[in-house]
């Protein structure tokens, strides 16, 4: 009968205990910016099985789609009043609201010449993570909790309907950019309009614009870019560092447990670095597929252009930091973590081209080749 009795206790407790985790599953309702089409949205889907399985299963992320809730620009102020608890997007998106904004994307121009790798530095270790916070709670005022999460780029320069040799080529072209970018290029004489990633190429087959950016490589490849245009252009200094980024509603993320904050933290972090590295090699074989099935021509971006862009950042982001005191503070924070690590890395690495030419010599016009030097 004692026997019995324990047993029944155990059985009980081990009920009780179970029912008790099953209560405290968590699951969060998040949109992106993005279509699930694209690699973007991949890597939010990768967040949550992560955060899933590091959990296990006690915290579960409902992972929507762009338009699901409610439109893709419209998912931080969806965050803020708690009509989804977080989102996947860009802070680019922003700048309507604070300009300040696209400096926790990494920013444009080249963000002092660091890396992605550098830029997520400075996130982590250099006070961009602490500014970020500052920037949603008390400039905008929002209750969000930020974190970054997606490394998408260096971005190319973009697709054109006809190809393009200088500066003065692209000048009056109706072109798809977005964030502060697209100031900058209107202010080197491009017309820009903005518009999420799936309105690019409808618009462009009916001929409203000219030319585009997206991201380059994979998704480029996915969103159809190669069905209306033949000239792909690369590199860009526009988003070569681009970051995107998890905002969870500040409520929300009190209410979570210390385990689960840690957990999604962990998970961002893994989503950074590995999705990144298996992306690198998406936009490969992307490369080689564009130019051998579709016929695109993946070309150089001709350099007067992109110096242009720099010198041109450098006096929008001064003439902001003039009329900002919180946009100079931001930027000034990424200059000070640059002039450390982007001169000692110059100097520890060699150029990236050093080898890679070495072994894998340029054909005309700037493609790779794909086969090895025999």
Known sequence: MRLFIRSFAA????????????????????QATWPASLT????????????SKISGGTLKIDAMPAGQVVPAFEVLDATNKKVIDGA???SGYWVGK??????????????????????????????????????FNKELKLNIHWLPIL????????????????LA?????????????????????????????????????????????????????RLGFHNVWKYHYTPGVHENTTIGEVLINGDVWKSLSPTHQEI????????????WAKWQRQNADALVELQQKHGVQILR???????????????????????????????????AYASLVVPAKRFMFPPYSFVANYYWPEQKGGAPKSAAKK
Not at 120 to 135: I, P, T
Not at 264 to 273: G, Y
Not at 317 to 328: D, R, Y
């Open 88 to 90: 996947h997007a860009w």
């Open 169 to 221: 080529d692209f000048k009056g072209m109706k072109c798809r950019q977005t964030g502060m970018a697209a100031e900058v290029w209107q202010r080197m004489g491009m017309t820009t309009v903005n518009m999420p990633g799936g309105e690019i190429i409808p618009s462009a087959q009916r001929g409203v614009i000219d030319c585009a950016e997206w991201v380059g490589g994979v998704e480029d490849l």
């Open 264 to 275: 999604i933290k962990s998970a961002s972090n893994e989503a950074f670095v590995v999705w």
């Open 40 to 51: 973007l949205y991949e890597n939010f889907t990768f967040f949550a099985e992560r955060v």
């Open 98 to 135: 604070n300009k300040a904004a696209i400096l926790f994307t990494g920013g444009p121009g080249g963000t002092f010449g660091m890396d992605m790798i550098d830029a997520l530095g400075w996130m982590h270790f250099g006070g961009g993570n602490e500014l970020a916070q500052e920037f």
């Open 11 to 30: 059985l009980a407790c081990t009920a009780a205990f179970a029912a008790g985790a099953q209560a405290q599953t968590v699951t969060l309702k998040m």
């Open 301 to 335: 971006t001709p350099p007067d252009i992109l110096i242009e862009f720099l010198k041109t950042w450098d006096i929008i982001a001064a003439e902001e930091g003039k009329k900002s005191p919180f946009f100079k503070k931001t930027h000034d924070s990424q200059r």
């Open 151 to 166: 490394p998408s780029g260096p971005q190319a320069f973009g697709w054109f309907k006809r190809p393009i040799k200088n």
